[in-house]
């Protein structure tokens, strides 16, 4: 089980862009990574995958506005947000898994409002 720690939220406006990044304390080579996001009263969903062989999926909600990229030298995973919306805003959460094993990072706030 890999530590995980997301970076990268904070307060934009509508339309504007943020970078998050998750961090693995060890290597991520063999996990499916993905983004979910929780906003309150929501269910938690998942926003993007990638798997080991850079596969990716999106929710529709996302698709054209959010891309998933990992670097496995770096042991990291990005989730670059473009035309943010205040509809995107939540806790985003890193997740890996290897098989039936999951980690989870802390979580990182994105506020999207004018």
């Known amino acids: 089980q890999v530590q995980l720690v997301e970076s990268g939220g904070g307060l934009v406006q509508p339309g504007g862009s943020l970078r998050l990044s998750c961090a693995a304390s060890g290597t991520i080579f063999r996990l499916y990574m993905g983004w979910y996001r929780q906003a309150p009263g929501k269910q938690r969903e998942l926003v993007a995958g990638?798997?080991?062989?850079?596969?990716?999926n999106y929710a529709v909600s996302v698709k054209g506005r959010f891309t998933i990229t990992r670097d496995n030298a770096k042991n990291t995973v990005y989730l670059q947000m473009n035309s943010l919306k205040p509809e995107d805003t939540a806790v985003y959460y890193c997740m890996g898994r290897l098989n039936i094993y999951n980690s989870w990072g802390q979580g990182t706030q994105v506020t999207v409002s004018s």
């Open positions: 990638i798997t080991s062989d850079n596969s990716t």
